[in-house]
């Protein structure tokens, strides 16, 4: 299972971008990189999801250099309800039952 | 999106008592279900994998006779821990894999529960 490392934690104020990124220098070919938002006393929750170059959704975007050794979830504006930690998560998910294993995270602070 | 749910939410035992937690999919079915604990301030900490129909697959330091871990059918999952003392107060989590298919679109994303929160007096 590829390692992940990520900052422990940002402070950002709203409306801001803020940029989380994540190492992973031995992501394995099969490998997605997932980001997964937790609040406290909550289960995580999907965020999004790439395999290389840019993936963006409604609430976020995912880039991914060719190398893939690494990946940056970007958050647009954030607002003070976007204070959680944030997780990334590389595995083979489209292929098997691959287990996820978490790493540290990254606690977000959105300060008024 | 899918959904997970576990119940119950909080749970305050006594020492030595055992605690069943349950996990459950509810527009879905789950052939593989993943149990983490979570301290206060830290990441989850995989616990083992339920597999529906056979027995879990424990990570390395989790005691199986003490987590005993049931995958009945392909909507539920339990976790019991057994003979609880307060170092096993923690927060429990469920999760299951939707998996519409291997073709596009199927992210494997990891749906989780809301979580358990076990206190053992």
């Known amino acids: 299972l590829a390692k992940t490392t990520q900052p422990i934690s940002m402070d950002s104020y709203e409306g801001q971008e803020v940029n989380i990124t994540c190492s992973h220098n031995n992501i394995a070919t099969n490998d997605y990189i997932t980001w997964y938002q937790q609040f406290p006393s909550q289960g995580p929750r999907f965020i999004i999801q790439?395999?290389?170059t840019k993936v963006t959704n409604e609430v976020a975007s995912l880039f991914i250099p060719a190398d893939r050794k690494s990946s940056t979830l970007s958050l647009p504006r954030v607002s003070l309800s976007d204070t959680a930690v944030y997780y990334c998560?590389?595995?083979?998910?489209?292929?098997?039952?691959?287990?996820?294993?978490f790493g540290t995270g990254t606690r977000l602070l959105v300060s008024p | 999106g899918a959904v997970v749910s576990q119940h119950p939410s909080r749970v305050i035992c006594k020492s030595g008592t055992s605690v069943k937690i349950e996990c459950r999919s509810l527009?879905?079915?789950?052939?593989?279900m993943f149990w983490y604990r979570q301290f206060p301030k830290k990441s989850l900490m995989l616990m083992a994998t339920?597999?529906?129909?056979?027995?879990?697959?424990?990570e390395q330091g989790v005691e199986k006779d003490k987590f005993l871990i049931n995958h009945a059918s392909l909507t539920l999952s339990t976790l019991t821990v057994t003979s609880a003392h307060p170092e096993d107060s923690s927060f429990y989590i469920c999760?299951?894999?939707?998996?519409?298919?291997?073709?596009?679109?199927?992210?494997?994303?990891?749906?989780f529960g809301e979580g358990s929160r076990l206190t053992v007096l």
């Open positions: 339920s597999n529906e129909g056979s027995k879990a697959t424990y």
């Open positions: 790439g395999y290389k």
């Open positions: 527009d879905f079915q789950a052939t593989t």
């Open positions: 998560l590389v595995g083979a998910m489209n292929t098997g039952f691959q287990k996820l294993v």
């Open positions: 999760s299951a894999r939707f998996r519409a298919g291997r073709g596009p679109g199927d992210t494997g994303e990891l749906f």
